[in-house]
């Protein structure tokens, strides 16, 4: 079976340093991986995706996402956290077989002025 | 990508009684996905929904407490029926989009649903 682990609940940075989000996946296929972001009372954003193509993956806001497949990872950064990049982050997983969404638990990005 | 409306956006409900949140799409698609968020915890899929057929429950949920309809390839209803303070979440319907290999889900704004 498919799934993600979403190695930090919280993550603290000051504006303007980096920021990392740690994900693991757990797959028996080449798998389709996510990020998610969902600020306070709106819905779910596509950040970025990885599909099987260029292991690293750029998304939306500055976020960049590289896949792993020695280290089963897919850890999302930005070079220098805005206040708007606080929210919640999920990844996600697409089973291969059924095209449903697994989410990891998330994680709430904090930044501090 | 496709865009979804979601209605109701929030609602304060009694217990015992029941709520059909509606999902709009702007395009016709072959499965919708509907999501359960409860309060600080991430997404459970409750069920797929394929147009003309019955929809598919993940484990944990049932057909008599979450029915749902796809009536068309754009449009699919979700109903918390008899609800209880524990249905209190967000529930949110998502879309696969894109075609030629390149895809992605698109997710509606949510029903933030609180029963008191």
């Known amino acids: 079976a498919q799934s993600v682990t979403q190695l930090d609940s919280h993550v603290s940075v000051s504006e303007g340093t980096p920021v990392l989000l740690r994900c693991n996946y757990s797959s028996s296929y080449s798998p389709s991986l996510f990020w998610y972001v969902q600020h306070p009372n709106k819905g779910l954003q596509l950040l970025l995706k990885?599909?099987?193509?260029?292991?690293l993956v750029k998304g939306i806001n500055g976020f960049e996402a590289e896949f792993k497949k020695s280290e089963t990872s897919f850890h999302l950064t930005k070079p220098s956290a805005h206040m708007s990049d606080a929210a919640e982050y999920f990844c996600v997983v697409s089973d291969w077989n059924t095209d449903k969404l697994i989410f990891g638990t998330g994680t709430r990005l904090q930044v501090f002025p | 990508s496709a865009v979804i409306s979601q209605k109701p956006s929030r609602d304060i409900c009694q217990r015992g009684t029941s709520l059909t949140i509606q999902c709009q799409v702007d395009?016709?698609?072959?499965?919708m996905f509907w999501y359960r968020q409860q309060p600080g915890q991430s997404l459970t899929l409750i069920a797929t929904?394929?147009?003309?057929?019955?929809?598919?429950?993940e484990s944990g949920f049932v057909i008599d407490k979450f029915p749902i309809s796809r009536p068309n390839l754009t449009f699919s209803t979700l109903t918390v029926s008899n609800m209880s303070p524990e249905d209190s979440s967000i529930y949110l319907c998502?879309?696969?989009?894109?075609?030629?290999?390149?895809?992605?889900?698109?997710f509606g704004s949510g029903t933030r649903l609180t029963v008191v």
């Open positions: 395009s016709q698609v072959t499965m």
């Open positions: 929904a394929n147009q003309g057929s019955e929809a598919t429950y």
């Open positions: 990885y599909t099987s193509a260029a292991t």
């Open positions: 998502s879309v696969e989009v894109g075609g030629g290999g390149f895809y992605g889900y698109t």
